[in-house]
């Protein structure tokens, strides 16, 4: 090869090739040097390896614990890649199935607590109908109810998923987050289980279902299958149980409203649970805003609707008597305590052994027979139509319900009176008042603890102190003036300017908190944190009222009541709510009040409770206007609350009780104790007579002996002094409390049984006027002689104990007597000649 072929292929110009500048390349090949200066270090090239590129530094520390972003890229490809996968096999895997079994659902069976059946439910009410038949108002009220964008929207809504999971998580309510098309897949498809395989299936199935099945047909299934409360499946069978019409027939107003119980069926029917009323109507008002937001009526047709009323429901043939009351109290319990979903349940299927005792329950009913409903003469007293009834009845130490009476038949009045929350309490409420001072610790407006002896005023119409919310001075019952008084007698007598002075300086708000401690549920509708609470204006259920009265019988005990012992559905036992049992308030407050509810028994306005012939403690109450009347009282073993109301059968409305049963007035110590007196009786027929064993508070025991110049006493001569600022005497304070303290107690227990063996209350005489001449004032302002005479002519009536009167006698004062005799202690209240009022 020549010298010059090197130069000849060096001088070759490669396709692409260009020269490089001359300054900066050199015309030959470079020196030793150069060739030095440009060779890598061995070092170097073994850092940099075979192709020349550095090697990535390695993660040392705190950066090993980190992923990198290649990790984190590839993990979420891969979690996409696994979605995308699982949805298509989901799909691919899961078809459409047949219709459920609903249309053949199983009954649900109840038993008493022997495992005895109480009742069987579970007859489906049912009838399917074209979509053409239900009119658009009511379609469109379903969709502005439930799904909105239903006709637009895929048959899921994720974000809607998330947000109910969310929701329900955090505790703020549970929310099905599901379309239409799920809630119809849901019911007609599949069933009410909660568990993550079935929202899986119910997923997958609206998908496909979707894409198969046109909207309207979706549309027409859901209000077919949907569950709309009182046993009435599908919108048909829910127009004629409501309204009693069919579909077509139905207005917008009833549209809406029926839209309405999709979302919740037991608590907006307003016919069953009138309670809810404003609940209903604000959802009522949601699904109408939401027809006119989307189009559908217009604000003027709006403006124009009125909430209907539906009418009253009618139970089963099958749950006649008190079986259907029963029922419907363990279902309540069941679905408001998530035990079982309330469409789950009515699906049926399901093997439930309440807490109820047969014997007592039987016992209940007889009682209620026989003091109040064999006395109704509906042709003889067109009020005697408004009589109603309602009880229940608690084991303190277990909670559990052991008996209740809903009613005469559930066939006929099918609301609930043990159980609905829309009667005022009235006086069984100031218990709960005392027991706050008891549990707080309180004092009097001048520093004096509050104890059964705390002297207060029971001026009538005295204005409450210490009230910065306006003047509030309540009455008394028949504006009766007591003076100065004893919470003890206050409490015997009922008076309400003395509770609601004590509410004050308790502090209602405290009075409020004692109150839901001991069981009354914070959203009772007027459960007020002002004076007036004291007074009970607030609509706890009779139920309610007992679940609270057995945490005072229990010591201050308190556990939410329980209506079931077991639950099974396929032989698999349904998991109940732990029972939970905590120190509402403290022994001695609760003790120290049954301490002064015993005396209510005693000698106060509940002395026919003593009819069950066991220690016992009780209070009485009346609602506003006499519209319902009640006993709440306990022995050591039993708790129980009886009220007996007044409801027009045709309007619902509540009404007075005047006249009712051939009586002036229904109070709370007659007809009420006397039932509560002979369930008790009949319910520890047998068991042995325990008395209370009470821990009372310091000082509870210690007698207060008022001060001569605070009573209007004469301390010289011990007689009244006359002349006081409402015309009476100012010695009614001293001769009024020992006069009934002492000489009205001594003449019911030295004289009233024998008045009652004898045909006369010449015992009782004796001792209410022995009292009355020892503090010389009667209870009506007149002065009292010697010769024991009252100012107004002495006449004196007895109390009420089963409405029977009869003829008593002569008292020794001269003037007449007319005593109850039932067989039970009486009470004789002296008087003009006026009903005396047991408030």
Request: proline fraction near 5%; charge should be negative.
């Amino acid at each position: 090869m020549s010298s010059d072929e090197p130069q000849q292929r060096g001088g070759e110009e490669p396709e692409g090739w260009a020269p490089r500048d001359p300054v900066d390349t050199p015309a030959g090949p470079p020196s030793p040097d150069e060739t030095s200066e440009q060779a890598p270090e061995p070092d170097a090239q073994a850092k940099t390896g075979k192709k020349g590129k550095k090697k990535r530094p390695k993660r040392k520390g705190w950066r090993r614990i980190f992923p990198t972003w290649r990790m984190v890229l590839g993990g979420f490809i891969l979690l996409i890649l696994l979605c995308v996968g699982g949805f298509a096999a989901g799909y691919m895997i899961v078809d459409i199935p047949p219709a459920n079994a609903a249309a053949t659902a199983q009954s649900n069976v109840y038993l008493y607590a022997d495992g005895t059946q109480l009742a069987r439910d579970g007859e489906v009410n049912r009838e399917s109908v074209p979509l053409s038949h239900i009119p658009k108002d009511v379609q469109h009220a379903a969709l502005a109810a439930e799904d909105r964008d239903f006709y637009g929207e895929s048959a899921v809504d994720p974000k809607a998923m998330i947000r109910a999971a969310y929701n329900t998580v955090t505790g703020k309510g549970k929310q099905s987050g599901s379309t239409i098309t799920q809630q119809f897949v849901k019911n007609y498809y599949l069933g009410q289980e909660q568990t993550v395989t079935r929202k899986a299936k119910e997923f997958f199935i609206s998908i496909k279902l979707d894409r198969e099945v046109s909207k309207d047909d979706i549309l027409a299934g859901y209000l077919n299958t949907s569950y709309f409360g009182r046993n009435a499946y599908g919108v048909q069978a829910a127009a004629q149980a409501y309204f009693g019409k069919d579909v077509k027939k139905l207005t917008t107003a009833q549209g809406a409203y029926l839209a309405t119980l999709l979302n919740s069926p037991n608590a907006y029917d307003v016919a069953t649970h009138p309670e809810n009323k404003s609940r209903a109507v604000g959802r009522w008002n949601y699904v109408l805003d939401g027809m006119v937001k989307e189009g559908w009526l217009s604000a003027a047709d709006r403006a124009k609707t009125k909430f209907p009323a539906p009418k009253e429901a009618k139970g089963a043939s099958g749950l006649s008597g008190q079986r259907g009351y029963l029922v419907q109290a363990v279902e309540d319990y069941l679905t408001s305590n998530d035990i079982v979903e309330e469409d789950m349940l009515a699906k049926g299927g399901y093997r439930i052994t309440t807490t109820l005792q047969r014997d007592r329950q039987d016992a209940f009913q007889e009682a209620v027979d026989d003091q109040v409903m064999s006395k109704v003469d509906k042709d003889a007293r067109k009020v005697d139509r408004n009589v109603r009834a309602g009880g229940a009845s608690i084991d303190p130490a277990t909670g559990k319900v052991v008996a209740m009476y809903g009613g005469i038949d559930y066939t006929k009045q099918y609301v609930n009176n043990a159980t609905r929350r829309d009667y005022q309490v009235g006086s069984t409420f100031k218990p709960f008042v005392f027991t706050s001072a008891v549990q707080n610790g309180s004092v009097t407006q001048d520093g004096r603890a509050i104890t059964p002896n705390t002297i207060y005023d029971g001026t009538n119409k005295r204005p409450v102190q210490g009230w910065d919310g306006g003047t509030y001075a309540p009455e008394n019952e028949d504006d009766v003036d007591y003076g100065n008084i004893t919470v003890s007698t206050a409490t015997d007598k009922s008076v309400n300017s003395v509770y609601a002075q004590m509410a004050v300086d308790v502090g209602s708000d405290k009075v409020k908190d004692t109150a839901v401690a001991l069981g009354v549920p914070e959203s009772t509708p007027d459960l007020t944190a002002s004076p007036s609470i004291a007074l009970g204006p607030s609509t706890a259920s009779v139920l309610d009222m007992t679940e609270a009265y057995a945490t005072l019988a229990n010591h201050g005990k308190h556990g939410t009541y329980t209506m079931v012992d077991k639950v099974t559905k396929d032989g698999q036992e349904v998991e109940l709510p732990e029972q939970k049992t905590s120190q509402a308030v403290s022994r001695e407050a609760a003790d120290t009040t049954t301490s002064i509810l015993q005396s209510v028994v005693d000698g106060g306005t509940g002395t026919a409770a003593q009819a069950a012939g066991r220690p016992a403690a009780g209070k009485t109450g009346t609602a506003e206007e006499d519209k319902a009347a009640w006993f709440a009282g306990y022995t050591p073993e039993l708790a129980t609350v009886v009220s007996v109301m007044g409801q027009n059968p045709d309007t619902g409305a509540h009404t007075p009780l005047y006249g009712a049963l051939g009586q002036p007035r229904i109070n709370g110590g007659a007809y009420p104790a006397q039932i509560w007196a002979q369930f008790t009786k009949d319910a520890l027929a047998g068991e042995p007579v325990r008395d209370f064993d009470l821990e009372v508070e310091e000082g509870a025991d210690v007698p207060v002996v008022p001060d001569p110049s605070d009573t209007g006493e004469d301390p010289t001569t011990g007689g009244a002094v006359t002349g006081g600022d409402d015309g009476g005497t100012p010695g009614q304070d001293q001769g009024q409390t020992q006069g009934q303290d002492e000489g009205q107690t001594q003449g019911q227990d030295q004289g009233q049984t024998q008045g009652q063996d004898e045909g006369q209350t010449q015992g009782q005489d004796q001792g209410q006027t022995q009292g009355q001449t020892d503090g010389g004032a009667t209870t009506d302002g007149g002065t009292t002689t010697d010769g024991g005479t009252t100012a107004d002519g002495g006449a004196a009536q007895g109390g009420q104990t089963d409405g029977a009167t009869v003829d008593g006698g002569t008292g020794d004062d001269g003037g007449t007597v007319s005593g109850l005799t039932d067989g039970a202690t009486t009470r004789r209240k002296a008087e003009g000649a006026g009903y005396p009022g047991y408030y």
